[in-house]
């Protein structure tokens, strides 16, 4: 778009004869650049406007030695490492400083980094219900204020029969830690029926 209004306003300054202060006012150039553009503008037509640098290699191009021995080492020490964590190793054990996007590009060009949009789709099977009450436990807790300012904050840990989704055992605990678990187990397995599995 910017070579578009470059090319109307040096046109307006050949064929019009508009001035080459307003046309650098304009363009937000200077006169000399104006006269510049002008002179590219009478040789070559608007193609002498375009940048003379498109079609070639940037300024902040890698280099391609540098690139192939980036590649090299994460190839031999870092090939199961994502992009971000090659950049720091690179950095941190190699001296290699380069921007992680720069690193992701190499990987994924190489072959050694997959882009997550460009992963297929993991599906996950849903696990089949156990066929008997009391055959596997789920187990959670829950921090919360139960008796609000009547006594401190507590945890209920929950005991959910997989099979019937039954509750099959409430207990508070001071904090969701092993030994709570402990003492809740042992309301569980007082009750008449047998646990054959706990799962948490």
């Given at each position: 778009?910017?070579?578009?209004d470059?090319?109307?306003?040096?046109?307006?300054?050949?064929d019009?004869?508009?001035?080459?202060?307003?046309?650098?006012?304009?363009l937000?150039?200077?006169?000399?650049?104006i006269e510049r553009?002008v002179?590219r503008?009478?040789?070559?037509?608007?193609?002498?406007?375009?940048?003379?640098?498109?079609?070639g290699?940037?300024?902040?191009?890698?280099?391609?030695?540098?690139?192939?021995r980036?590649?090299?080492?994460?190839r031999?020490r870092?090939?199961?490492f994502?992009?971000?964590l090659?950049?720091?190793k690179?950095?941190?054990?190699?001296?290699i400083?380069?921007?992680?996007?720069?690193?992701r590009?190499?990987?994924?060009?190489?072959g050694?980094?997959?882009p997550?949009?460009?992963r297929?789709p993991?599906?996950?099977?849903p696990?089949?219900?156990?066929?008997?009450?009391?055959?596997l436990?789920?187990?959670?807790?829950?921090d919360h204020?139960?008796?609000?300012?009547?006594a401190?904050a507590?945890?209920?840990?929950?005991?959910?029969?997989?099979?019937?989704s039954?509750?099959?055992h409430?207990?508070?605990?001071a904090?969701?830690?092993?030994?709570?678990?402990?003492?809740?187990?042992?309301?569980?397995?007082?009750?008449?029926w047998q646990?054959g599995?706990?799962l948490?």
């Amino acid at each position: 778009m910017r070579e578009l209004d470059r090319l109307k306003v040096i046109q307006a300054v050949v064929d019009l004869g508009l001035k080459p202060g307003r046309a650098a006012e304009r363009l937000g150039l200077t006169v000399r650049q104006i006269e510049r553009l002008v002179i590219r503008y009478r040789e070559s037509g608007a193609v002498g406007l375009t940048s003379r640098k498109r079609g070639g290699p940037g300024n902040r191009r890698l280099d391609a030695e540098l690139a192939q021995r980036v590649l090299t080492i994460i190839r031999d020490r870092y090939a199961d490492f994502g992009p971000t964590l090659a950049c720091e190793k690179l950095r941190e054990c190699h001296g290699i400083q380069l921007a992680k996007e720069t690193v992701r590009r190499l990987m994924t060009e190489a072959g050694l980094w997959v882009p997550r949009r460009q992963r297929p789709p993991k599906f996950y099977q849903p696990r089949a219900r156990r066929a008997c009450l009391g055959e596997l436990i789920q187990i959670d807790g829950s921090d919360h204020r139960w008796f609000e300012e009547r006594a401190p904050a507590c945890t209920l840990l929950v005991y959910v029969d997989d099979a019937t989704s039954r509750l099959m055992h409430l207990h508070f605990a001071a904090t969701e830690s092993t030994f709570s678990y402990f003492e809740g187990h042992a309301g569980v397995y007082r009750t008449p029926w047998q646990a054959g599995g706990v799962l948490q």
